[in-house]
C-alpha cells in the first residue's frame, strides 16, 4: 500500500490557493469536500472501499480537472476523517474511542463499507485466547436462562431463552428479541446473519426463523415408520448441507437428516435407527453433530444413561455413502461432552465419571480408539461423576473447556520431532482475572469474531469474553 496523507482537513494555505487546479492527469491525488472542509487521499485508498460505493463514485463517474468539479458530500467531516484513516490503515484510529460506535457504523453503512469496519473491530483473525477477559455482560429480558446460543462468523450472536430469541448485532449494542412457539429451544444454529435453525426435544419439526422479519421460513420433519412426531436433538453444517438429528416422539426411533442448505430439500437420510427388544445401542439418538471439513466427514455422538452407568458411542459418517466409516464405543468413562478439532486433528472429551480431558488423535483415524487422559488418570473409575455438566469446546487451535464455574484452556506445546510420537503435550490455564473466576456451572460456550461467549446456569445474562487490546 502506498504511503498516504493525513486524515485531517487541508490546511488554510491550500483553501487560499483554491483557485488552483485540484487534479492533474499524472496526479493520483483525489480531493473531496465533507461537509465543507476538504480532505486529499489518493485513488488506491478510494479503490479498498470496492466497487459501487460512494468512494468508487468519487473518480469513477469523471476525471476532477478543476476545484469547480470537487465532490461535495454533505455529511459530519469528523467522523468521514475516521473512516478515510479506516480505508488507509485496516483500523479505526485512536480517536474513534470519542464517538459512539452507532454513528460511527451509521456512516460506514452510508459510504458503503460497513464490512470494512466489521473487519477492523471484529475479524476472527484478532481472536486471542491467552489474553481474554471477561468485559462485558449482556442482560437478558424475562425470568427465563439461556439454553441454547448461536454465534456468527462476524461476532454477533444469537440467545434462546424460554420461548425467545435474543440477537445482538456485531457491535453488541443493539439487541432485537423475537418470540417463538416454542415453551424451550434446545439447539440453535446461525445459517446467516439474520436466520437461524431452531429446535426442542419437546416440540416436533425443526424451524427455520427469519429474525428480521420475526417468522417461520420453513418447518423441517422427519417421519418413522409409525408416522409420529418428531423431536430435534442436534443441528450442524457444512459449507452445502445442514444436518438435524431427529428423535420420533415415542422415543422408539431416530435418524440424521441430510438437507440442501440452499433449499432445505431432502438430500439424504443417515443413521437411521429402530430400537428393537434390550438394544441399547439403537436406543441412542445423536445429541451432538460435528462436521469435521478435512475428513469430509459429520461426527455424531449420543451417551445413554442405564443400570451399568453411561454409555455411549462416536461415529463418523460419510455423506456421500451414507455409512459410518469409524465407531468409538464409550463404555469407561463416556463423555460427558464431546469436540472435535479440525485444526489439531483431534477428538476431546470429558469424561462423565473423572471430569478429565481426554483426546483420540485423528492423525491415525480408523485405527485408534483408546484415550489418551490429559489429566488424572487415576480418576478415569471413578463413581462421583465429577464431570456431569460439564462443557467442552474448541475454537482454532485450543480447546475450552467449562468445569463447574471456571473455564479451563488446553493448548498444545509443540516439541518438534517429539509430537509425531504416540504422546502429545497439552498444558492448562485458567481463563480470566481473579475477579473472573467462580460463578454458577458453565451452560453454553460460543465462538464469533474476536469473541468468546459465555451462559450460565440460572444467569439471565451473556458473558462477553474478549481481549482488552482488541477492545473497541
Not at 254 to 264: C, G, K, P, R, T
Amino acid at each position: 500500500m502506498p504511503p498516504f496523507s493525513q486524515s485531517s482537513p487541508i490546511s488554510n494555505a491550500f483553501s487560499h490557493n483554491h483557485h488552483k487546479t485540484n487534479h492533474h492527469s499524472s496526479s493520483n491525488i483525489i480531493t473531496i469536500d465533507v461537509g465543507g472542509q476538504l480532505f486529499q487521499t489518493t485513488k488506491q485508498t478510494l479503490t479498498l472501499a470496492g466497487s459501487k460505493t460512494i468512494f468508487s463514485d468519487l473518480f469513477d463517474s469523471s476525471e476532477q480537472n478543476s476545484v469547480n468539479n470537487i465532490p461535495f458530500i454533505d455529511r459530519d467531516p469528523e467522523l468521514f476523517s475516521i473512516l478515510l484513516s479506516l480505508l488507509r490503515t485496516g483500523n479505526l484510529p485512536s480517536k474513534a474511542k470519542a464517538f459512539d460506535i452507532q454513528d460511527i457504523i451509521f456512516e460506514a453503512n452510508f459510504y458503503g463499507i460497513s464490512d470494512l469496519l466489521v473487519q477492523s473491530q471484529s475479524n476472527p483473525s484478532q481472536f486471542e485466547a491467552f489474553d481474554l477477559e471477561k468485559s462485558l455482560i449482556l442482560p437478558l429480558s424475562g425470568r427465563d436462562s439461556p439454553s441454547a446460543i448461536a454465534t456468527t462468523p462476524n461476532g454477533s450472536v444469537h440467545v434462546s431463552h424460554g420461548s425467545k430469541i435474543t440477537s445482538f448485532d456485531w457491535s453488541l449494542q443493539r439487541k432485537s428479541t423475537t418470540l417463538t412457539n416454542f415453551a424451550a429451544i434446545d439447539s440453535l444454529l446461525a445459517l446467516s446473519p439474520n436466520v437461524v435453525a431452531a429446535g426442542a426435544t419437546d416440540f416436533s419439526g425443526l424451524q427455520i426463523l427469519d429474525l428480521d422479519l420475526g417468522f417461520v421460513k420453513q418447518t423441517l420433519n422427519w417421519e418413522n415408520a409409525t408416522k409420529s412426531s418428531s423431536t430435534v436433538q442436534a443441528i450442524e453444517m457444512s459449507p452445502e448441507f445442514l444436518f438435524t438429528s431427529f428423535e420420533s416422539g415415542r422415543r422408539n426411533s431416530n435418524s440424521i437428516m441430510v438437507y440442501d442448505l440452499n433449499n432445505f430439500k431432502v438430500v439424504s437420510e443417515i443413521a437411521s435407527n429402530e430400537i428393537f427388544g434390550a438394544n441399547l445401542d439403537s436406543a441412542i439418538p445423536s445429541t451432538k453433530l460435528n462436521w469435521v471439513p478435512s475428513l469430509n466427514l459429520l461426527m455424531a455422538s449420543g451417551s445413554h444413561s442405564g443400570p451399568s452407568g453411561v454409555s455411549g458411542n462416536i461415529k463418523f459418517w460419510d455423506i456421500r455413502s451414507g455409512n459410518a466409516v469409524w465407531e468409538i464405543k464409550e463404555i469407561v468413562d463416556c463423555f460427558a461432552d464431546i469436540a472435535v478439532s479440525d485444526t489439531l486433528s483431534a477428538v476431546f472429551k470429558i469424561g462423565i465419571n473423572s471430569g478429565e480431558v481426554s483426546y483420540i488423535d485423528l492423525r491415525n483415524f480408523g485405527s485408534c480408539n483408546s484415550w489418551s487422559c490429559l489429566g488424572d488418570t487415576r480418576k478415569v473409575n471413578n463413581v462421583k461423576k465429577e464431570g456431569f455438566g460439564c462443557k467442552i469446546e474448541t475454537h482454532g487451535n485450543q480447546v475450552f473447556c467449562g468445569k463447574r464455574g471456571e473455564l479451563e484452556l488446553w493448548s498444545e506445546v509443540l516439541m518438534g520431532s517429539l509430537n509425531s510420537g504416540k504422546d502429545r503435550i497439552f498444558k492448562k490455564n485458567i481463563l480470566g482475572h481473579a475477579k473472573d473466576l467462580g460463578g454458577n456451572r458453565i451452560a453454553n460456550m460460543g465462538f464469533g469474531g474476536n469473541k468468546m461467549f459465555v451462559t450460565r446456569k440460572d444467569e439471565q445474562c451473556v458473558e462477553v469474553w474478549q481481549s482488552a487490546v482488541r477492545r473497541f
